[in-house]
């Protein structure tokens, strides 16, 4: 059973920074990309940033240059840092993973539970 776990979300004024976690455990063979997403309220879960196990990233137009993406593939773990940030970047922050794991065949998609960043202005 693989496990995401994600944590640093909380309150910030505009123009302030957060660094989000999300560290994967259970029996894993290999984690292949590892991404962020966001829900902000009344509206659908979007993706924000992805990372190749490569280190090879991609961001959203809207977080580009403001947030990094990054990966320590020694501890399964990847890590958002997020500055400047905007009230428009309030919502809930998933991480997701895609996992070989014992008794999959190929890849699997794994979603932690979610934390909540807010942002005020």
């Known amino acids: 059973q693989v496990q995401l776990m994600e944590s640093g979300g909380g309150l910030v004024q505009a123009g302030g920074s957060l660094r989000l976690s999300c560290a994967a455990s259970?029996?894993?063979?290999?984690?292949?990309?590892m991404a962020w997403y966001r829900q902000a309220p009344g509206k659908l879960r979007e993706p924000v940033t992805v990372?190749?196990?490569?280190?090879?990233?991609n961001y959203a137009t809207s977080v580009k240059g403001r947030f990094t993406i990054s990966r320590d593939n020694a501890k399964n773990t990847v890590y958002l840092q997020m500055n400047s940030l905007k009230p428009e970047d309030t919502g809930v922050y998933y991480c997701?993973?895609?996992?070989?794991?014992?008794?999959?065949?190929?890849?699997?998609?794994?979603w932690g539970q979610g934390t909540q960043v807010t942002v005020s202005s």
């Open positions: 990372i190749t196990s490569d280190g090879v990233t």
């Open positions: 259970g029996s894993i063979f290999s984690i292949h990309d």
């Open positions: 997701n993973a895609e996992v070989r794991a014992p008794g999959i065949d190929g890849t699997k998609d794994y």
